[in-house]
């Protein structure tokens, strides 16, 4: 149903987009298009001969001037109002739970895509309790509830916001928009902002990530589809519901498969001793660490609940050090998420001119790692079977003398078991 000048419209804008971005990417495309396009629909009337729409023409009146007044929903002048206050209130309740919840959901995952993009790490606390606090004043002007935007957010990394100080300037810009030039953004054509939203929409695609997920473990793999799937055939609310669940449910499913605690103890230790114990030939106190050196340990399964607190790990050490060993003797399981973690870490380390050094890897996430192609990016002289090799490595790229090593090292389970295969 779209005409020719209203399909010229958009080609015209994304053309401004990819082509400033290719040659000035310090030029925000996106508002040139806007600006650009707005004026060529009104100075050769596009919008009148040839029915390209705008803001002004799709909405009737088109972006107000001034904010509404501010009120309550209900007015509140006796007890009586109260208490009907009160009952329509509770009869709202489930509706304002699922709203709450996918406004939460949305946001978050928000913030998510925008630490991808920027490397960053954001407050979910801080996030949800604004969120609430903005929903509040939103209702008192008479809006609706309200939501952090992955394509706004997306865009706004892409021109250059870094800070949540960039969210509030947006918010004033808009603002001020609205009160002083809302006849001119009445003019805006919908179709150049339907090509804003492609290239967001593509950025956000990262497909060079999507096509290494697939060689992630099909299970992983079937919930990314699913998800993918559903967002574009339904919507992007049912999309993450459905996938919620089924990452439950797969994680269910792996943590089933490994809580036979006898079978995980003979394979990582056969002594009885505690983790933090001394008394444990395995244990790290037994060993000498050279200056330079840091030595982290996961200990249990390494999923998307706790990918998390492996990119925060750098961040707090005072010093980057040399080296840095991560000890995965009793990991014996690792997903996507804790996969695509390891690989961030690594890429955080090498700007710092840390060597990192993975010792202990058992069977299953050796395998997971080999087929996602990570032990190449690590290097396979960085994987060791046990700590005392690593340490070993340590020493010599710090330039540490050499230590005596303990009576027992760690089992070689990971080594053996892909000799075995």
Not at 250 to 266: D, K, P, Q, W, Y
Not at 355 to 370: N, T
Request: aromatic content about 6%; some cysteine.
């Amino acid at each position: 149903t779209t005409n020719s000048h209203t399909l010229a419209t958009a080609l015209i804008g994304l053309l401004i987009i990819v082509s400033l971005r290719r040659f000035a990417p310090r030029i925000p495309g996106a508002l040139v298009a806007v600006v650009a396009t707005s004026a060529l629909v009104a100075a050769l009337h596009w919008d009148q001969r040839f029915g390209v729409e705008t803001i002004g023409s799709r909405f009737v009146g088109g972006i107000p001037p001034m904010l509404p007044h501010p009120s309550l929903p209900v007015a509140l002048h006796n007890w009586h109002d109260v208490t009907a206050a009160f009952a329509k209130a509770r009869l709202l309740i489930p509706e304002a739970t699922t709203i709450a919840m996918l406004a939460a959901i949305e946001s978050l995952l928000c913030a998510v895509v925008s630490d991808g993009m920027i490397g960053g790490r954001h407050k979910s606390n801080c996030e949800l309790v604004a969120q609430g606090i903005a929903n509040i004043g939103s209702i008192v002007f008479g809006g609706i509830p309200a939501t952090g935007a992955i394509a706004r957010t997306a865009a706004g990394v892409k021109a250059g916001s870094r800070t949540p100080l960039a969210g509030m300037i947006h918010a004033v810009t808009l603002l001020a928009f609205m009160l002083m030039l809302a006849p001119l953004a009445s003019r805006i054509p919908l179709a150049v902002l339907a090509s804003v939203l492609i290239v967001v929409a593509w950025n956000m695609a990262e497909i060079d990530h999507f096509r290494t997920l697939l060689r992630a473990p099909r299970s992983d793999i079937a919930v990314l589809l699913t998800t993918f799937l559903l967002t574009l055939l339904a919507d992007l609310s049912v999309a993450v519901g459905v996938g919620l669940v089924l990452a439950a449910l797969l994680f269910m499913r792996r943590m089933s498969e490994v809580t036979n605690v006898g079978a995980i103890r003979r394979e990582f230790d056969e002594t009885d001793a505690p983790l933090d114990d001394s008394s444990d030939p395995n244990s790290l106190d037994t060993r000498q660490v050279p200056a330079g050196v840091e030595v982290y340990e996961i200990n249990g399964p390494f999923f998307f609940g706790v990918a998390d607190r492996l990119k925060d790990t750098l961040r707090g050490v005072e010093r980057p050090p040399k080296v840095f060993i991560l000890r995965m003797r009793r990991v014996p399981a690792i997903d996507a998420s804790g996969i695509h973690a390891l690989e961030e870490f690594h890429l955080k380390c090498s700007p710092q001119h840390t060597r990192l050094l993975l010792a202990g890897v058992h069977a299953q996430p050796m395998f997971a790692l080999a087929k996602y192609g990570l032990t190449d990016r690590i290097g396979e002289e960085n994987l060791f079977e046990s700590i005392d090799d690593a340490l070993d490595a340590a020493r010599h790229l710090v330039g540490a003398g050499p230590a005596p090593k303990p009576d027992r090292a760690e089992p070689e389970v990971a080594r053996q078991a892909v000799r075995r295969n």
